[in-house]
């Protein structure tokens, strides 16, 4: 029997009280994440600097970090199963400066393992888009295993297995919405992410600090059935199971603002995946391609002259893909944001949401209509390392079906960082 989530937590604390044995480590005791130091509620991690031995580690040039996340989540309304679904991901990862370790300039290795595990929400309310980016299926794995570093002063290079939508497609406004068209465009068809990262070979070019282009080929080999989350670079080289390959590219500019007017970001991307699709009128296509953009801006800050992220921001995102083979045409997520909205809740962030699924329109597709999610959170931050969101989702015609009940979901996102 597999440990569960709360089993695995509470060995990383009887962990750490273990490396707490010597604690002549850290600076001033009644500073540090410790007993006998600041309140546990002050804590920035759950569980704390491990009697000072994970300061020690961090000087060293190794810091160690995990996190579990839990949604529970069921419908309120519609002609659905209004059952409690607790779909969970416990997180741990490192990363390596090897600068500080081995004298490798500007060079860094990471590795994230984590495990995914509960039922899916989806699986009751039928959507598209996914109501939850937390689902996936039941599995163990290093998700991510990769070294970055740069070649020089403009160009970056990351090689291993890695998030697509950690480098492409992503927006930093907007991290707060549970829904997964907020997270990426339905579009992009076979994309590399979560719960399948890939091995890929990233570059960047970055001549200043306002702009850079990127490319990157990835395994493409979850699109032929295999997925690439639970496996190594087995697949990447070409092998009995795939020759597929997943290729990206973007660019994106980027702006400060001016007294409440804060920053704000554009990105433009294409896809190219080389898998055998087939297609929705029962033909096979050797190839498909789309494209996403985003736009995000700092609308208005609360004190121009801190940098302590309070104000609200906005964004949006769009997809386009081919709907003969895609299940999603086009797509479309706008939001917002407001980070400390009520007086002495500096830390909460209050955000609404619009994703809308252009669902494909080929007969045989199956979605004759296209579905629309509306969110409402309430991200309440009870201490520095935990949070609870609460908030409600509303899935107009779920799936894409004509003549079935629109859904009200409710749904709490517990997130504890390690």
């Not at 080389?274 to 801006?297: I, K, L, V, Y």
């Amino acid at each position: 029997m597999r440990p569960s989530p709360r089993q695995f937590a509470s060995f990383l604390c009887s962990l750490s009280a273990v490396l707490a044995q010597d604690t002549g480590a850290g600076d001033d005791p009644a500073g540090r994440e410790w007993i006998g130091g600041l309140p546990w509620s002050q804590w920035t991690r759950a569980t704390g600097d491990w009697g000072g031995q994970r300061n020690e580690l961090e000087a060293m040039g190794i810091e160690i970090a995990g996190g579990l996340t839990v949604d529970f989540a069921s419908a309120w309304t519609g002609d659905v199963r209004r059952r409690l679904s607790a779909p969970s991901m416990l997180d741990f990862n490192a990363a390596f400066d090897l600068e500080t370790l081995a004298g490798w300039a500007r060079t860094i290795a990471y590795i994230d393992i984590y495990q995914i595990e509960g039922r899916d929400p989806t699986d009751d309310i039928g959507d598209a888009q996914g109501l939850s980016n937390l689902i996936g299926p039941d599995r163990r794995q290093i998700g991510e295993l990769w070294v970055e570093t740069w070649l020089d002063e403009h160009v970056r290079l990351k090689v291993g297995k890695v998030d697509f939508n950690s480098e492409f497609a992503f927006h930093e406004i907007g991290g707060e919405f549970v829904n997964s068209t907020a997270a990426i465009p339905p579009t992009i068809v076979g994309y590399p992410t979560y719960p399948d990262p890939a091995t890929s070979v990233n570059v960047f070019y970055v001549p200043n600090e306002r702009f850079y282009v990127g490319a990157a080929i990835y395994d493409g080999a979850t699109a032929d059935g295999f997925p690439t989350g639970s496996r190594g670079p087995s697949t990447f080289f070409s092998s009995n199971h795939s020759d597929s390959y997943f290729f990206a590219a973007e660019a994106g500019w980027s702006w400060t603002g001016d007294e409440r007017w804060g920053s704000g970001r554009a990105v433009l991307g294409m896809f190219h995946h080389t898998a055998d699709f087939e297609r929705f009128d029962g033909g096979q296509d050797e190839n498909t391609n789309g494209f996403w953009g985003s736009f995000e801006q700092h609308v208005w800050r609360e004190d121009p002259t801190t940098d302590d992220g309070q104000g609200v921001g906005v964004f949006v995102a769009f997809g386009l893909a081919d709907e003969a083979v895609s299940f999603c045409g086009r797509s479309f997520a706008i939001g917002a944001e407001w980070v400390g909205c009520f007086e002495g809740r500096d830390h909460d962030t209050l955000g609404f949401g619009i994703f809308h699924a252009d669902l494909s329109d080929e007969a045989l597709a199956g979605t004759p209509a296209d579905e629309t999610a509306l969110e409402l959170l309430y991200k309440i931050q009870v201490t520095p390392s935990l949070s609870l969101k609460p908030e409600f989702q509303y899935i107009l015609n779920p799936g894409g079906q004509n003549g079935v009940d629109d859904v009200l979901v409710g749904l709490l996102r517990l997130e504890i960082q390690f």
